[in-house]
């Protein structure tokens, strides 16, 4: 019998890493601000960036700010702002993710299970007969269940119209009605595929959401047009909606909020009846 292994690898924990570096690039950001004696609210308003994040980059709140890639784009972006070198500090912050652990081995493999099956000719003989007996009961069920089958074809309505005798002068002879033939509605064809268009009129950061998969995270800057397409339905997380104008399936465009405003929106498929 062995034992586990009890030497366990060391596993490195970047998010304690950049708590670290946040607190450090922090106060860097804060003595840049104040040295320049900037209002957090018109910093927001011009970088488009909501004041919930400046203060949580300020405070080195990490669990008030995004996904990390994210968090390095802000600082660099809040870096330039402050005339300092964004691409330098933003780079101070790592990005790397924690890896995920799996128990490689389990206590059950340590231990070694033997089975010995020792099968003698005869019984091989019998399961051979057995499955073959099996088989041929099922097959001859198929074909009598495939004789009775049968196929009901509707009867055809006769309809019987006494014709009128031409000999008898006192039956009038009117002119047979015409049917009315009622126009079913045409409807409109339902769109078996969601297609989302962003017009980015001002800078705002964007993370699209495809049918539960994150397909996009970053910044859109102003100019640009972007399209995504889904099965079932997309969302837009951004961090200034009145910056984006959004069209679903060639509908009318539509700002997706105000200025500055984060805003969360789901477009869904109608589903088909």
């Known amino acids: 019998m062995k034992f586990l292994n009890k ?26 601000r104040i040295e320049k004696n900037l209002d957090k609210d018109i910093i927001s308003n011009q970088l488009h960036i909501p004041i919930t994040i400046i203060n949580a980059l300020e405070s080195a709140n990490l669990q008030a700010l995004p996904e990390p890639v994210f968090i390095k784009q802000l600082i660099k972006k809040y870096a330039n702002f402050l005339k300092l070198n964004g691409e330098d500090i933003s780079n101070q912050f790592s990005t790397q993710l924690n890896p995920k652990v799996y128990n490689k081995k389990s206590s059950f493999e340590s231990f070694n299970f033997k089975l010995n099956l020792n099968f003698k000719p005869q019984h091989l003989y019998f399961f051979y007969f057995l499955i073959l ?63 989302v268009k962003i017009t980015v009129k001002e800078d705002s950061w964007v993370k699209i959401i495809v049918d539960e998969k994150p397909i996009f995270e970053g910044i859109l800057t102003k100019g640009l047009e972007k399209e995504w397409s889904g099965k079932q339905k997309v969302t837009i997380r951004a961090g200034n909606a ?32």
């Open 7 to 32: 030497n366990t690898e060391k596993i490195t924990d970047y998010n304690s890493i950049r708590q670290e570096q946040l607190q450090l690039i922090s106060i860097q950001l804060k003595q840049a």
């Open 133 to 195: 007996f099996f088989s041929i009961r099922s097959l001859s069920n198929i074909l009598e269940s495939a004789q009775f089958t049968q196929i009901k074809v509707p009867q055809k309505q006769i309809i019987e119209t006494n014709i009128p005798s031409t000999n008898n002068p006192s039956v009038n002879t009117s002119p047979k009605a015409t049917p009315i033939v009622e126009k079913k509605e045409e409807k409109t064809p339902i769109p078996t595929e969601l297609i």
């Open 242 to 273: 009145g910056g984006l104008i959004v069209t679903v399936n060639d509908e009318n465009p539509k700002i997706l909020g105000k200025s500055g405003q984060v805003t969360n929106a789901t477009f869904e498929l109608p589903s088909q009846s």
